[in-house]
């Protein structure tokens, strides 16, 4: 159980363009959902944290209108980063809330922008 | 500000020997601390974890110690095969306001177990 599933898990854009990413708790309902961000031997960055039904609280220095989340139902997050650019490539993780404290993570997408 | 600080940063154990990875924290409001381990261009999965109102839980070969006067903790793992080469983040669970749920990650251990 506590399966969590990315899509898609790399994708390779073109500069100014918008990638959407989907984050699905397979097996459990989540009330919370977290995306993060991880650079290359680097620690989990927190990008924000998204609740079902409400706007999604973002961390500081992360630029909202750049990083879209919707939170639309209990087992569905997407992050939709929009006019990507070379510096947003990275690996973008999701994770889903259950219960009050496990949380399980997605495994990741690999954002190339070109 | 680092919320959890973990060491070391990178550890080299020879087969059948004992990993032990340590993190320690100041926020007194934390209330739970689970370990993951990260294998490359994969995402971290849940390994163990634990409240603060126990000092010790064990699953198979990985323990997690906790030291709650000290505010530290630390993982062993038992018995290091080479499978267990990964990177492995401690993190501790915030709980406050909006942030409800937040974990704060250590900076990471890269575990390395020879045969």
């Known amino acids: 159980g506590a399966v969590v599933s990315q899509h898609p898990s790399w994708v390779i854009c073109k500069s100014g363009t918008s990638v959407k990413i989907e984050c699905r708790s397979l097996d459990f309902q989540a009330t919370t959902m977290f995306w993060y961000r991880q650079f290359p031997k680097q620690s989990l960055m927190l990008m924000a944290t998204?609740?079902?039904?409400?706007?999604?609280?973002?961390e500081q220095g992360v630029e909202k209108d750049k990083f879209l989340i919707n939170h639309a139902s209990l087992t569905l997050s997407t992050l939709t980063v929009t006019s990507a650019h070379p510096e947003d490539s990275s690996f973008y993780i999701c994770?889903?809330?259950?219960?009050?404290?496990?949380?399980?993570f997605g495994p990741g997408t690999r954002l190339t922008v070109t | 500000q680092q919320q959890v600080k973990q060491s070391p940063q990178s550890l080299i154990v020879q087969k059948g020997g004992i990993s032990i990875i340590n993190c320690a924290y100041e926020?007194?409001?934390?209330?739970?601390f689970p370990w993951y381990q990260q294998f490359p261009g994969k995402g971290p999965a849940l390994l163990i974890a634990i409240r603060p109102d126990v000092s010790e839980k064990k699953e198979g070969r990985f323990t997690i110690s906790f030291n709650k006067s000290a505010k530290q903790f630390s993982l062993h793992i038992m018995d290091s095969q080479p499978g267990d080469s990964a990177t492995y983040f401690c993190?501790?669970?915030?709980?406050?306001?909006?942030?409800?749920?937040?974990?704060?990650f250590g900076r990471g251990t890269q575990l390395t177990v020879w045969p």
């Open positions: 994770s889903a809330a259950r219960y009050a404290y496990e949380q399980y």
């Open positions: 926020n007194t409001a934390f209330d739970y």
């Open positions: 993190a501790a669970r915030g709980d406050r306001g909006s942030t409800l749920g937040r974990l704060y």
């Open positions: 998204s609740n079902e039904g409400s706007k999604a609280t973002y």
